[in-house]
């Protein structure tokens, strides 16, 4: 091994939009090459959600009726594909949450941490890049459920402009959980325990929801639970943008809000776990 | 840069829970020196490490690297250190130069500066081979150059290593011994911590011997030796019943307490060779058969015995909090 020679001093790079967001990103594209080199994980995460819109599309679709559409009994199971493909797509970037929780934790458990912590970073930087990375990797998810959905005969009816708009509003909430995931990776004592706690919350917030069966169709003290829960208005914001069919929703105001609603939710989530999960890394990592 | 001590640091505490890693440590490394933190496991090493390198805050004490204040002036701190830990802080699924170029980018180096810098340190390291490589397929060694090119890369100062070749085969050890050497010569200023003697007397110039999360000896390893006195005798005898006889027949021999291993008699002697004739002579009588004798300098595995009462390989049942799992260390 020849001797390391010292050369010119270190060149600093000037911050162009702040350096929180310039290390966020080297951190999300550190978490985007991770995707990459473990394809398993990656097939994996998109299997879920496919085997589910199988599962629901062909085994409980004609057992569950939408109020309002569909007379003959495969007009009843072509309606409710339709309805399904939005509450799986909102059930998918609910579960990305799980993927912050597991990522964060094991990068805890790391060495990886203690030099990240010892540069002069910004301390928000691996939060940031986490929960970009894990919103950006469900481009691909949603790409291939859209896929699967049009093979099992959903459709887009709304045109594509609304139907971006659907896209980006279920990206900007699989963002907004990835910070409640990231917060639950940091509560939580170690990787294994992560991949417990991360999913538990998901199931109950899932399912108390439009994404499978009309909220109509819920027990009268239910009803408003579901219809304030945050994944009911994005699938019910998602169907009317896709021009899917809602059924018949009770009154409430979120439902009549829905897309507005949503982004309101998004936007308290993120104020509320965002600083929360920075000051429990910070802790966390000082003691 | 001012003309201040690369680290001083006076007082520091810190305990965890009810354990005290930290018990009033005072440390002051000047610029250029390589200073060998020499300890048993839990005797605070790693504490101290991380404590300098802002990644831990002490109880009490203050602490100052470079200048700069390790608690309030943390980003400064961080500008100037490298640290190498015991475990490869390395990106797994990473290639070695996707590694170095995301710590460059980290330290808001230009890319350009980091992509030469980057080859540098690859070059220099031996890893331009696997340069390209998931850091899963590196050896251990491997990992440890890495690891290490991971600290130089915005050219520290002050470079911290913490036990930097525990764990590695004794050919790695030595690759590692040669870089750190290299280092040293260019002028970084390196506080190591290791509880192996030997590389402390490698490596260092100046050893801070710790125990119980205070300075318990400091100087050259040379002075740390004369602070024992002279040479020390060893004797080998057939089996372990045996070595204890031998111990009582060279009691007219030796001038100190004899320390017992096994089949192994190690003892302070005053007085040259003569005392090998003596104690030849002092077993024969005893009718002991020798295995082996000699004469030796002491090791500062006998100044470490002789300060603390124990050897420092020996695996004291103290917790070892410094010793991470993660972050949840309680």
């Known amino acids: ?287 | 840069m001012s003309d201040k001590p690369a680290v001083y640091a006076e007082g520091i505490t810190r305990t965890f829970g009810d354990v005290k890693a930290l018990d009033g440590m005072d440390l002051v490394v000047q610029r250029g020196q390589v200073v060998g933190l020499l300890g048993p496991n839990g005797a605070g090493k790693t504490t101290m490490v991380r404590i300098l390198s802002t990644l831990l805050r002490p109880t009490g004490g203050h602490a100052e690297v470079a200048g700069f204040d390790v608690v309030k002036q943390a980003n400064q701190v961080r500008r100037m250190i490298g640290l190498t830990g015991q475990f490869a802080a390395v990106d797994e699924y990473l290639t070695g130069r996707e590694n170095l170029r995301m710590f460059g980018d980290l330290f808001h180096l230009t890319p350009k500066y980091v992509k030469a810098r980057s080859e540098e340190l690859l070059t220099s390291f031996d890893l331009d081979d696997a340069a390209d490589r998931s850091v899963r397929t590196y050896s251990g060694g491997m990992r440890r150059r890495l690891d290490l090119a991971a600290s130089l890369i915005a050219r520290p100062e002050i470079l911290f290593l913490d036990e930097p070749t525990t764990g590695l085969d004794p050919r790695s050890r030595l690759g590692m011994w040669q870089v750190i050497n290299d280092l040293v010569a260019d002028g970084t200023t390196v506080l190591l911590t290791t509880q192996y003697l030997e590389e402390a007397d490698q490596l260092a110039q100046n050893i801070v011997v710790i125990d119980h999360g205070h300075v318990i000896a400091h100087g050259t390893a040379e002075q740390l030796k004369d602070q024992i006195g002279g040479d020390r005798i060893e004797v080998t005898v057939h089996d372990d019943a045996t070595a204890e006889r031998a111990a009582r027949a060279m009691e007219s021999v030796i001038s100190g307490h004899p320390l017992i291993e096994g089949n192994k008699i190690s003892a302070p002697v005053s007085g040259g060779s003569m005392v090998l004739v003596g104690a030849i002579r002092a077993l024969d009588l005893e009718q002991i058969e020798i295995t082996d004798i000699m004469l030796r300098r002491p090791t500062l595995d006998d100044v470490f015995m002789s300060l603390t009462g124990h050897l420092a390989e020996d695996e004291t049942q103290r917790p070892e909090p410094t010793r991470r799992r993660g972050v949840r260390r309680r």
Request: with cysteine; proline share 7%; charged share 10%.
């Open chain 1, 1 to 287: 091994m020849s001797a390391i020679t010292v050369g010119r001093p270190v060149a600093l790079r000037r911050p162009i939009y702040g350096w929180a967001l310039h290390d966020g990103f080297v951190v999300a594209r550190r978490n985007l090459i991770q995707t990459i080199r473990v394809p398993e994980l990656l097939f994996f995460s998109l299997v879920q959600p496919v085997i589910f819109v199988l599962l629901f599309a062909y085994v409980f679709g004609g057992a569950i009726p939408i109020p309002g559409d569909g007379a003959s009994p495969a007009d009843a199971a072509n309606a409710y594909r339709q309805y399904l493909m939005p509450g799986i797509f909102g059930q998918t970037v609910a579960f990305a949450a799980a993927a912050s929780t597991v990522g964060l934790a094991e990068d805890m458990s790391r060495g990886i941490i203690d030099r990240f912590r010892a540069l002069p970073m910004s301390p928000s930087a691996v939060l940031l890049g986490r929960t970009f990375a894990d919103a950006v990797r469900q481009i691909l998810v949603l790409a291939v459920l859209s896929i699967t959905g049009l093979l099992v005969g959903w459709r887009i009816n709304n045109g594509l402009f609304s139907a971006l708009l659907a896209y980006a509003l279920l990206l900007f909430f699989a963002y907004t959980v990835a910070w409640v995931g990231a917060w639950i990776g940091l509560s939580v004592p170690n990787p294994e325990t992560a991949n417990t706690a991360g999913l538990a919350w998901l199931f109950p917030l899932t399912f108390l929801s439009n994404a499978f069966v009309p909220i109509s169709s819920m027990p009268d003290w239910l009803q408003p639970i579901a219809a304030y829960n945050p994944i009911s208005t994005l699938v019910l914001a998602t169907r009317e943008l896709f021009g899917n069919p809602t059924g018949i929703q009770p009154h409430y105001w979120s439902l009549d809000h829905a897309a507005l609603y949503t982004l309101i939710s998004c936007a308290v989530l993120i104020g509320i776990f965002a600083p929360l999960a920075v000051r429990k890394y910070r802790n966390a990592t000082s003691r």
